[in-house]
């Protein structure tokens, strides 16, 4: 089965959680035993990325030890073109759409396409979005950033991404955010797409989970949670207001 079809699958029944594990952040060992964590916490599947110092080494030996620790999908959250590897199980093929560099619209995607192609991973094509404050990747990604309070824009990014043939959309307000994706912003984009609906950054408490979830997304990804927090108990209460268990 492809990765895009276990997520499908597991869509069908209620929102997913994502983690996602930097790689540059800890020994691949350590994001191993991060990943089984998350897998007993209930988690769907990895994300791993970031947006600087991922390698393909860093890249390929912690992608091995996730599946080999959790047994859980890795997906590549690529934050450049050169750290791609054969280890990882599916790459999201990302536009970010409102950047101001080409590059990061469309050029690091034709760049690493043959390099993928010839690898023979999976990809999964996916708009990105990245709303207010946007943090390291909105500075890294020249985004012009959507205001928080800018609904109709950020409807008009994911539009574009569904009729781009897209398959999935990413609403993002960068990782470390001190407030997520208003849930306003969420209901309109879920509300305007048919395609599923990504929503990370920010997102720390069971509270901020459920208010995502709540307003239609249909994944919801952290990252700072988890390198900060190994209180098994508290990154449940987060994943299971994620998916709404
Ligand atoms: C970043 O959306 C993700 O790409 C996760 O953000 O680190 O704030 O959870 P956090």
């Known amino acids: 089965m492809t990765v895009k079809q ?41 994300f791993i990325g970031g947006s600087t110092g991922v390698t393909a080494q860093n890249l390929s030996e912690t992608a091995v030890a996730i599946k080999e620790a959790s047994g859980l999908p890795a997906i590549l959250f690529p934050g450049n073109a050169e750290a791609i590897s054969p280890d990882i199980d ?82 993002e307000a960068g990782s470390g955010a001190g407030q997520p994706v208003p849930p306003e912003m969420i209901r309109a984009v879920k509300e305007a797409i048919s395609i599923p609906l990504i929503v990370g950054g920010g997102i720390r408490t069971p509270e901020a989970a459920a208010a995502a979830r709540e307003a239609g997304a249909d994944i919801i990804v952290t990252g700072t949670l988890i390198e900060q927090c190994d209180d098994l108990d508290k990154l449940k209460a987060v994943v299971k207001a994620a998916k709404g268990i």
């Open 6 to 46: 276990y997520l499908l699958d597991r869509m069908s029944e209620g929102t997913l959680h994502i983690a996602l594990l930097d790689p540059d952040k800890q020994p691949a060992e350590k994001a191993g035993e991060m990943a089984r964590h998350m897998k007993e916490a209930g988690t769907d599947a990895i």
């Open 90 to 171: 599916a790459l999201l093929f990302m536009s970010m759409m409102n950047s101001s560099k080409l590059d990061w619209v469309m050029g690091a995607q034709v760049y690493a396409a043959p390099y993928i192609r010839k690898l023979g991973i999976e990809t999964i094509p996916m708009g990105y979005i990245v709303v207010e404050p946007g943090m390291k990747v909105g500075e890294v990604g020249k985004a012009m950033l959507v205001k928080r309070d800018d609904v109709k824009t950020a409807v008009s990014y994911a539009l574009a991404c569904e009729m781009f043939g897209m398959e999935l959309a990413y609403l």
